[in-house]
Each structure stands twice: as C-alpha cells, then as structure tokens.
C-alpha cells in the first residue's frame, strides 16, 4: 500500500511564480533569457528566502557572464556528465529499455490535462516538467517532482560539488519540495555510489512516490535509450 503524498508547504501561486522561473533559468541560454532576467528578479520578490535568493544569485550571474561563455558551460554541465542531466528518468532507468516506459508515463500524465508537447521535446525533461507544473497542472506535475525526488537530489548534489551557476537553482527547487524520507535517502545513496543504470538492472520503474531501489530481472538484451542532447531545442 503507497503512503500518501505529502502536500505542498507553499501557496499555489508561489510555486507557479517558482516553478516557471526555474523553468526559464534552467534552460539553455539565449538572448531571450537575458532580456527576461529583470522580469525573473522582480517576480522573485514574492517568493520566501529559501527560492528568492538562489533564484536573484544565479539571475545576477548569469547577468554578468558572457552569452557565448554560459552556453559552453551548460553544454559542459548538463550534456557531458551522467550525474548532472536534467532528464529525469535518466537518474533512474539511464541507457536502459525501461526508459522507454518511463517516458510514456510523463506523456500520458501530460495527455490528462490535454498538454501536448512540441516534436523536438522530450517530457522527463525538467524544464518541461517545471512548466508543466506551473502553467497546466500543479497537482500532476508535484506527483512527477515527487516520483523523482531522489533523482532531483542527486542532480543538486552533483551540481554542487561541481560549482555550476545552476547549481542554486536546484537548491530553489528543493526549498519548494517536501524533505527527503528515510527510503527515499537510500535510493539517494544507491544513485550517488553508482549513478544512472546502464543495462537492464536498476530501480524498479513501478516503485511510485517512494521511488524504491528494486533489483529487476533481465529479460533479453538491452536496448540503448542514451541521454538526448538537445541543447536549445526546447523552446
């Protein structure tokens, strides 16, 4: 029997404010980010202390980085480094079959609310994901945040330990998540000693919210789903 779901701490209409803007600031930067990082400051004035000041730190880094230098190191962080992608299924299934599956159950969450995604998205994305949440579903997109609770810690674990100006923005985001439960720091650990599955054993994709480590059964051989990179393509 699945436990319930813990409830948001947060007003429904922080998070939207929250989610979409770590939406925007986590996707890869263009000129159009740019032009709306004052905007993203200012909305962030209504949002506690835990979101607000990672969410203004990373706006006023990126503000006084170079576009051409915060491309190369998004490109460098989310796209070379297993542990700090932001696809979300990756985190628990990696180059595996079950991904697939995975997959296929973000985009039948998204069908329910009638949200349907452009041909060059992919839905575990987690700028997609955050989107999604704040704009067409708030109670369907904080169950997909839950399911990959452990994923999501382990990617601001990596970021970090890795320096990254997004890295704030992960710490945002888990300021507006409940705090992680006993068996939901084991798979945590199993995913940091480890990383992502890279054949057919792994964590079991029907563990739900507690998002259990489960041993499966290998059943024929693998068939590769690697890591996208699709740098710019989401917008």
Avoid at 9 to 35: F, H
Avoid at 99 to 117: D, H, I, M, P
Avoid at 177 to 204: C, I, T, Y
Wanted: hydrophobic share 40%; net charge negative; aromatic share 6%.
């Amino acid at each position: 029997m699945s436990r319930r779901r813990p409830a948001p701490t947060l007003p429904p209409a922080q998070l939207a404010v929250a989610w979409q803007s770590l939406s925007l600031l986590l996707d890869y930067p263009d000129e159009q980010l740019l032009e709306r990082l004052p905007l993203l400051r200012e909305a962030s004035r209504q949002l506690p202390a835990a979101v607000r000041e990672p969410i203004r730190d990373t706006v006023a880094r990126l503000e006084r980085t170079p576009l051409t230098e915060l491309q190369a190191s998004y490109v460098d962080t989310f796209d070379s480094r297993r542990r700090c992608n932001l696809f979300l299924t990756y985190f628990a299934h990696g180059d595996t079959r079950k991904r697939g599956v995975a997959l296929l159950r973000f985009k039948q969450t998204y069908l329910r609310s009638g949200y349907v995604l452009e041909p060059t998205e992919l839905p575990d994305h987690l700028c997609v994901v955050l989107e999604y949440a704040a704009t067409v579903d708030q109670e369907l997109g904080w169950g997909l945040l839950l399911d990959h609770r452990a994923g999501l810690e382990l990617l601001r674990l990596s970021l970090r330990d890795s320096g990254a100006v997004w890295a704030p923005l992960v710490e945002a985001l888990a300021a507006t998540l409940p705090p992680l439960r006993g068996d939901e720091w084991d798979a945590v650990r199993r995913l940091a000693a480890e990383g992502p599955p890279e054949e057919e054993v792994g964590l079991d994709p029907y563990a739900g919210p507690s998002f259990d480590p489960a041993l499966a059964t290998r059943t024929g051989s693998a068939q590769d789903l690697p890591m996208p990179v699709l740098p710019g393509d989401r917008r």
